[in-house]
């Protein structure tokens, strides 16, 4: 066991403060890791604030993580000392459901253990996260980082990146299709990128018409403004597939008839209940499907950043030291960042 620092919330309304804590040692397949770069993901204020009354205190976030390797167990061999990597936001599963087998470990039978706020199924040790100095992961669950791609800018793909890119993977986008991306958040700005490299034609909604030149920056084909009846009525049946990632409860009525006959609406945000209620008519009346994505399998998760590293693909970010991470998370509520924050985890030494 070694003695690392990090930053971990102590409770719901505590922030996040200075906290030290044990790693354990590797085992034969670990690879531990120095981190470098840990992105800042939504799901980390969830938990840190226990909004879905499942955290355990303290909890230490961070499920974007770059680093270097700095030893590996004598049975690893896909990675040396030196090596650039990440780890996402899994570090375990049971390997040997249906799910795992094919690399979807995401939807493990028994559960995938998350990077942190969760147990070690060896030893039953708490899983704590990137706000960290250091992290020990078993070789399956950690990706190698291409050498074309920054480094603080390829953390957000482990969660942001791969969380969009899996779903219209999955369900085949490409050339000739039209996909319109409900939000232009830290995911939204992503799945623009992913559909227009894939070959689709892609419209933004957002609510705003200050968001307009902000969209098509981003690469945006067209944008509709969501609040505008008349621009909602003229895109009735025009979409292929929606890539909803707006992480707050919605309406969903209206965007589903923007769909075609058989198109297909994806949720990737955590938004239940989904109030108000779908209505039936929408999906019975013209066969389109709602459905969900969770994030990506290990084998996915490697494809999406050699994807990017492919196509000049990267999140925008914002670079903080970890002394003012409370002050990105009440940015974050707001909408403050363009828009993803990267901690340089150097700034964990000062």
């Not at 087998?101 to 704590?128: A, F, K, S, V």
């Not at 100095?133 to 390829?154: C, G, H, N, Q, Y």
């Not at 949720?267 to 499907?289: F, Y």
Request: hydrophobic share 35%; charged share 25%; glycine share 10%.
């Amino acid at each position: 066991m070694s003695e690392v620092k990090g930053y971990a919330a102590s409770s719901e309304l505590s922030g996040l403060a200075p906290f030290s804590f044990r790693r354990r040692d590797p085992r034969a397949d670990d690879v531990s890791i120095e981190i470098e770069y840990c992105g800042v993901c939504h799901t980390d204020i969830h938990f840190a604030e226990n909004d879905w009354g499942r955290t355990r205190y303290p909890v230490v976030p961070g499920h974007e993580i770059i680093g270097r390797v700095t030893d590996v167990g004598h049975d690893v061999s896909q990675f040396r000392v030196g090596d650039r990597v990440g780890v996402g936001c899994m570090v375990d599963a049971c390997r040997q459901c249906p799910s795992c087998e094919q690399g979807l470990e995401q939807y493990c039978r028994e559960g995938m253990t998350p990077t942190y706020n969760g147990d070690d199924r060896i030893d039953g040790l708490r899983t704590y996260g990137g706000y960290s100095e250091r992290i020990v992961v078993s070789e399956r669950f950690v990706v190698r980082v291409p050498d074309k791609l920054d480094p603080a800018a390829a953390a957000p793909l482990l969660c942001a990146g791969i969380t969009t890119y899996s779903p219209l993977k999955h369900f085949g986008v490409g050339k000739g299709h039209k996909v319109g991306v409900l939000g232009m958040g830290g995911l939204g700005h992503m799945g623009v990128k992913f559909a227009r490299a894939l070959g689709a034609e892609v419209t933004i909604f957002t609510r705003s018409e200050a968001k307009v030149a902000e969209a098509r920056k981003q690469g945006a084909d067209h944008v509709i403004i969501s609040t505008d009846p008349d621009q909602m009525a003229a895109a009735a049946e025009s979409f292929d597939f929606l890539l909803d990632t707006i992480p707050v409860q919605h309406d969903l009525n209206p965007y589903l008839g923007t769909l075609k006959v058989a198109g297909t609406h994806i949720l990737v945000g955590m938004i239940e209940p989904i109030e108000p209620a779908v209505h039936s008519r929408n999906l019975i009346g013209k066969r389109r499907v709602l459905t969900g994505s969770l994030i990506g399998g290990m084998p996915e998760t490697q494809e999406v950043l050699d994807f990017c590293a492919e196509h000049d693909i990267e999140c925008d970010i914002e670079m903080l030291d970890i002394s003012n991470i409370n002050e990105a998370y009440k940015r974050m509520k707001k909408g403050d960042v363009k828009y993803r924050f990267v901690i340089d985890m150097q700034s964990l030494k000062g």
